[in-house]
């Protein structure tokens, strides 16, 4: 009589979100709603978004242009305001830019200067100074490659939705903390915004929301040299894209530091990493270094851009008045040249998210069995904290109160608030499913009753 085989011992039970064909099933279908949305959301941004009408957008547009027809990168100089920008996203789009059609401008001044009425055909009267260039309802079929490196520019933000889940998954080991941090930057107006405009801002976002998941998984899981030189890498591509990543070198010595080693083994690793992602800019920063005289071209910022140029010191009012309350409102959502903001309800739902979010943090620590470890804690302030200061820099030399100069950092300001919130005593799946139901339904609310009403029909001057 045949021997019977022994039984197949049961495999273990599979963690949230890692392996097991039911985990990943039942993860799968969230996440795939959460980016379809998300990809359709930028879309429809892109297209109700008159092209031109969005901060920059024609000097990146022209950045692009001159790299496709002339293989060289730009000079910075007047007339050329974005020539000071790192290549690498123009490098992406160049291709599309081989077109000299865009829409005309209504006339050579700043934005709140346009002299011109506009009143649609029906009659109505817009305020002056929401547009600063001329459309017609027959531009949805004008300026394709504009529109196809927009369509480009929304898949690089798709990316950075699908990376912030990566990170939040990774700062907590749990699926929702990453599902709810993707919602919140999918929803985020600003982002849908800015991330179906032509723009370096997207790719930034993006890049640093790799950065941010690379050097969480560095924290969590242990060194390796190519979890280290891949994090090296996307932090050297971050600051290609836009100086303002510049401030990722803090938090990544700080996971190297941190890594459970004796010192002299993680002096070596950040000397090599950091080397090499100095060895990436390198070249981008020598070129700068010859022509103006500083690798960063901010010496000749005051001959290039002269107009902009309103210098003031830390302690003046515009930073205790205008500065803080400006870049939140901008963080959130204003739209075309700074000139649409938001029904203020929206402001204040996500000032109460924040406040909330800020709240279950403080319970988190307090909790110390329920808080990330101080290292990932600290990495994930260090991104807001540092990105803060360089645009209190920049606003040194510049009016610019700009929510969007924070969006290196957003990726960390997502994962914190999904922590924070998550670490409220009372919070419970239900409620993340309520509030990501909101903010998508308050992106669609500030699409269909905001925007699509302030450009469409078209005005007629």
Not at 44 to 54: G, K, N, T, V
Not at 232 to 246: E, Q, R
Not at 305 to 312: C, E
């Amino acid at each position: 009589m045949a021997t019977p085989p022994p039984p197949r011992p049961e495999p273990p039970p599979a963690r949230e979100g890692r392996a097991g064909d039911g985990t990943r099933r039942r993860n799968v279908a969230p996440l795939a709603t959460l980016l379809s949305l998300s990809l359709a959301l930028l879309i429809a941004w892109s297209l109700a978004i008159p092209i031109f009408e969005a901060p920059d957008e024609p000097l990146h547009w022209q950045y692009a242009r001159h790299l496709h027809h002339t293989r060289r990168l730009p000079v910075y100089e007047p007339g050329f305001g974005e020539a000071n920008s790192p290549p690498l996203y123009y490098l992406l789009i160049a291709p599309l830019a081989g077109t000299r059609e865009q829409p005309p401008a209504f006339a050579p001044t700043r934005p709140g200067d346009n002299p011109a009425p506009l009143i649609t055909p029906d009659g109505i009267v817009h305020p002056r100074g929401l547009r600063v260039y001329e459309h017609r309802q027959s531009d949805f079929g004008r300026y394709g490659p504009i529109r196809l490196a927009r369509l480009l520019t929304a898949l690089i933000s798709l990316l950075a939705v699908f990376l912030c889940y990566q990170a939040g998954r990774e700062a907590s080991g749990r699926e929702s903390t990453g599902l709810l941090a993707a919602a919140f930057i999918a929803f985020l107006p600003q982002f849908t915004f800015r991330g179906g405009n032509v723009s370096n801002d997207a790719l930034v976002t993006t890049l640093c929301a790799l950065s941010l998941f690379l050097l969480l998984r560095l924290l969590r899981r242990g060194f390796t040299w190519r979890l280290g030189f891949g994090a090296a890498a996307a932090i050297a591509a971050a600051f290609l894209s836009k100086i303002s990543a510049i401030f990722l070198g803090a938090p990544f010595v700080l996971a190297l530091l941190a890594q459970k080693a004796p010192l002299r083994k993680r002096l070596l690793w950040v000397g090599v990493l950091v080397g090499v992602a100095v060895l990436i800019v390198l070249p981008w920063a020598l070129r700068n270094q010859v022509l103006y005289g500083d690798p960063f071209a901010s010496r000749v910022m005051r001959e290039a851009v002269p107009s902009l140029v309103d210098p003031k010191p830390l302690t003046s009012p515009f930073f205790r008045r205008v500065f803080f309350a400006q870049t939140y409102r901008s963080f959130v959502g204003v739209f075309g040249w700074m000139s649409l903001p938001m029904a203020e309800w929206v402001y204040e739902g996500y000032r109460q998210v924040f406040w909330l979010a800020l709240a279950g943090l403080v319970v988190r620590v307090l909790r110390r069995a329920a808080a990330p470890s101080a290292p990932v804690l600290l990495a994930l302030l260090l991104f807001p904290l540092l990105n803060l200061l360089i645009v209190v820099y920049i606003n040194l030399t510049f009016t610019q109160p700009q929510g969007r100069y924070l969006f290196p950092s957003l990726p960390a300001i997502a994962v914190l608030t999904a922590l924070g919130l998550e670490g409220v005593p009372f919070w419970s799946s239900r409620l993340s499913a309520v509030l990501v139901a909101l903010l998508a339904l308050a992106n669609v609310c500030v699409l269909t009753g905001t925007v699509i009403p302030a450009y469409w029909p078209a005005p007629v001057p």
